[in-house]
Nanobody, 124 residues
C-alpha cells in the first residue's frame, strides 16, 4: 500500500509560480511511475504530467508543456510539479497518483494510488 500526500498549493497571481510536492510512503516508490492530474470545478479530471520510475522520461499535456516540470527524488520518496507562468485556467485541485509499473500513462484509470489533492488558484 502506498499513501500519497500533496502539498504546496495556494493562491497565486497570473504569471506566478508554485511548486507542488507529493510525498509517498512505502519502500517501493522508486519502482512506480507517477503522474499529476488536475480537476477544475465542473470539469472532469485531466492529465497534466507524468514521469517514469527513474525520472528518465517525462510527458506533459499540451496545455502545460513548456510551463510545468515534473521531477522526482526517489531518495526522498517525493515527486514534484514546478508550475511557472500560471494562468487562471490552471486553477484546479491537483492530484498526484502512483502506478504500480515503471512506465507512465495519461489515463487516470491506470493509476493505483491517489493523494487527497491540493488546491491551486490563479487569480487574474
Amino acid at each position: 500500500q502506498v499513501q500519497l500526500v500533496e502539498s504546496g498549493g495556494g493562491l497565486v497571481q497570473t504569471g506566478g509560480s508554485l511548486r507542488l510536492s507529493c510525498a509517498a510512503s512505502g519502500r517501493t516508490f522508486s519502482y512506480y511511475a507517477m503522474g499529476w492530474f488536475r480537476q477544475a470545478p465542473g470539469k472532469e479530471r485531466e492529465f497534466a504530467a507524468a514521469i517514469t520510475w527513474s525520472g528518465g522520461s517525462t510527458y506533459y499535456a499540451d496545455s502545460v508543456k513548456g510551463r510545468f516540470t515534473i521531477s522526482r527524488d526517489n531518495a526522498k520518496n517525493t515527486v514534484y510539479l514546478q508550475m511557472n507562468s500560471l494562468k487562471p485556467e490552471d486553477t484546479a485541485v491537483y492530484y498526484c497518483a502512483a502506478r504500480r509499473v515503471k512506465y507512465y500513462s495519461i489515463d487516470a484509470d491506470e493509476y493505483d494510488y491517489w493523494g487527497q489533492g491540493t488546491q491551486v488558484t490563479v487569480s487574474s
